[in-house]
C-alpha cells in the first residue's frame, strides 16, 4: 500500500500513537505539531490524506480546513476531535472536511472512515484523469444524499458507523424525508455494496401478493401462479433487503419475517421446503411502532429484531439551511430532463422555499421545482414560477383533507351497500379508472369487479377485457 497520510495535532503522544495504529495498517505516515507546519508540507511533498485536530495553538484544524480545501480540493481532510467539541466538527465539515473523528478513538471507526475517504479521492482523481470533472453528489459523504445540517452530519455519522455491521436497521421519518436513499447508502458503504439492494413498499400491496414479493412462490400456489417465482429475499442474496412502511404488514406476515431474522430462512407461498437466505435487513417506517406494539398491533418480539439500531431521518422543516442545495440539486436535474436552460433560483425564491414548512418532506420540495421548471420562461427561477402554496407560505391541512373524505364516505348514515359503492367510486378516482389497479387495491380479481360496477350502475373510466 502507497498511501501518505499527514497527521497534524498539537500533541505529540497522540501523534507517534496514531501514526503506530495507521503505519500498522500498512500506510505511511508523516506527522507535524501546528496548522502552519501542516500547510508547509502539504506544500513540499504530496499526500492522501490529511487528518487534522480541531483545538490547536495558533491555526486551528478549522482554519486548516478551508484552506486545505480551497488549495487541494482532491485531498480529503478527517478531522479530529474530543467529545466535547461536535459543533465545532460539524462546523468543519461545512467548511470542506471530509468527516470527523471521536477522541478517543475507536480503531474499528477510523478504519472505515479513512477508508471511505481514500475511496472518494481515488474516485475523484479518476473522474479528473478521464475530463470528467466533478460532480455534484461527491461533495456530499453519501452522493445523493444531501445536507449539510447538525442533524444530518449526525445521520451521515450514524450511518458510517452502522453500515459495516450486520446489524439490522429500522429508519424512522415522516413520509418524503429520504429513508431509501438512507437505506441505500447503507448497503452501498457496507461490505455487500456489490451484492443487490432490493427494495419492497410493504403498504401497497395487499397480504398475499407482499407474501409472494417478499418470500416468493411455487407453480400452482394460487391462480395466476404459471411459474416458479423468486421473492426479493432470495433475489437480495447476499446483499441488502429494504422494506419501506414495516409498520402497515399484517400480523401473519409479520410471524414469518420474524422467521427470517431469527433463523435467516424462507419458504416460498405453496411450497414445503424451507431455503436459507443471507440478507441484510433494513426497515422503514413513518408510524409510530412502540405504539403500534403497545396497541397489540405489531408484534414486540419483531420490533425488538428490527429496532437492533434505530436511525431517526429529521423533517425537512427541521433543516431550513438544507432547502438550498436541495433545491438547486433538484434545479439542475429537472433543467436537464426538460432540456431547459435554468441555472439559477432568485434570493427571493429561495426566502420562499426556506420559508415554507414542507408537510411532504423532500418528496414536495422535488415536486415543487419540477413543477417550478416546467413552466419557467426565465433561466432563472423567481417567486412567480413556484407553486402557489410556497408562495403565500400556507401548507395543505392533509389530516383535515384526510378527515373530509372520511366524513364524506358516511355522510347521511349510508347503508353498507352506499359505503361499499362509494369506496369503489373513491378507488376507481384513485387509479384513474384503471380496472386492473383497482382490482388489486381492493384484493379482488377483474371479473369480481365488473359485476361490482354493474350492480352499482357505475361505469368505469375506460374498458377493459374481463378474465
Known sequence: MNIHILITDDDAVSCRLFAKVLEGEGYQVDWVQTGEAALTQLRQQSYDLLVVDLRMPGMTGLEVTPTVHREYPLLPVVVMTAFGSMETAIEAIREGAFDYISKPMNL???KHVLARALAQKERRSRKEEDGEGKEDEDSEPFGAVIGRSAAMVEVYKTVARVAPTKSTV???????????????????HSPRARRPFVAVDCGVLTETLLESELFGHVRGAFTGAVSDKKGVFEEAQGGTCFLDEIGD???TLQAKLLRVLQEHEIRRVGGKEWVKVDVRVVAATNRNLADLVKKHAFRHDLYYRLNVITLRLPPLRERGEDVPALAHSFLKRYSQENEKEITAISHEAIDLLRAYSWPGNIRELENAIEQAVALARQPILTPEDLPAEVREGVAPDWSRDLLQEEQSFFAGNPTLEEV???????????TQGNISRAAKMLDIDRRSLYRMLERFKIAPFSKEPAE
Not at 171 to 188: D, M, N, P
Open 170 to 188: 429500522l429508519i424512522l421519518g415522516e413520509s418524503g424525508t429520504g429513508k431509501e436513499l438512507i437505506a441505500r447508502a447503507l448497503h452501498q
Open 420 to 430: 361499499d359503492q362509494r369506496y369503489v367510486r373513491h378507488v376507481l378516482s384513485q
Open 108 to 110: 474499528e471507526e477510523l
Open 249 to 251: 404488514i399484517s400480523p
